[in-house]
């Protein structure tokens, strides 16, 4: 497991990488993490840890958009792909 600090779209996000397609992303102690799974090329789930609700969509936007939580989506979530090094596909 490794865990790194990155900056995307001027939003600072902390990324805990659990093993081959799975991370845990929190933007602060404050904010529910997120925690993103990559099941297939074109199938991601996402769900706010300690929440049963969920994403899941083609790629990482569409799941974020699927899941968008009690309140709606978090700004901080659209730097989520980019924090990953996920490219939208083509």
Same mark, same amino acid.
């Given at each position: ?14 990324v805990e990488v659990r093993g081959p397609g ?10 529910? &993490?997120?925690?993103?799974? /990559?099941?297939? =090329?074109?199938?991601?789930? #996402?769900? *706010?840890?300690?929440?049963p609700s969920e994403g899941r969509g083609v ?13 709606? &989506?978090?700004?901080?979530? /659209?730097?989520? =792909?980019?924090?990953?090094? #996920?490219? *939208?596909?083509?």
């Open positions: 497991m490794s865990r790194r600090e990155t900056v995307s779209n001027d939003q600072r996000l902390y799975e991370w845990i992303v929190r933007s602060s102690p404050a904010e529910r &993490p997120l925690h993103v799974y /990559r099941v297939a =090329p074109a199938d991601w789930l #996402v769900s *706010e840890v300690g929440r790629d990482l936007e569409h799941a974020l958009l699927a899941l968008k939580g009690d309140t709606g &989506p978090r700004d901080w979530w /659209r730097s989520v =792909p980019d924090a990953l090094g #996920v490219a *939208e596909d083509p």
